[in-house]
């Protein structure tokens, strides 16, 4: 089912406006997050547009987290983080997806939960195909 008022279900315009597609994974869509203060962040978004991860099976919810474990071993491995916060919010845009947020201990926001959407740091579009280049190698 897909919420075509949803950027992660529409894709296209409503997308882009903070996100651009980087492939599908077994049961969700892996998203390059255009503000890119924590070099390598990415969104995890659910295939179909469901709220809460109770509204899974198990065996769904266990290929949505696979996913998601998946992608972080590819920003490990191609931006080598110290840690990888994971957020999963929802308030506004209730569509299932978890952000994953490469923190390095002498970059922005180390020691604090990182903001939603800073709007500081934006690339080129050459800049961004070169991330999704590493986070794809690696995956």
Known sequence: MKDLNCGYCAGGAL????????CHLSVSD?????????PGRCIVAYQD????????????????FADVARAAK??????HPDKV????YGDT???LHFHLVPKYRDGYEWGG????NPGETFRTQEEY?????????NL
């Open 49 to 64: 547009h469901v709220s809460e991860l109770v509204d899974l099976s198990e065996e769904e919810r266990n290929a949505f």
């Open 113 to 116: 939960v990182f903001a939603m």
């Open 74 to 79: 590819a920003i490990h491995a191609a931006f």
């Open 85 to 88: 916060n994971y957020g999963a």
């Open 30 to 38: 892996l998203i390059l997050f255009k503000e890119q203060s924590h």
């Open 93 to 95: 845009g209730c569509h």
């Open 15 to 22: 997308l882009d406006q903070f996100g651009i597609p980087i």
């Open 129 to 137: 195909a070169q991330l999704i280049e590493q986070i794809k190698a």
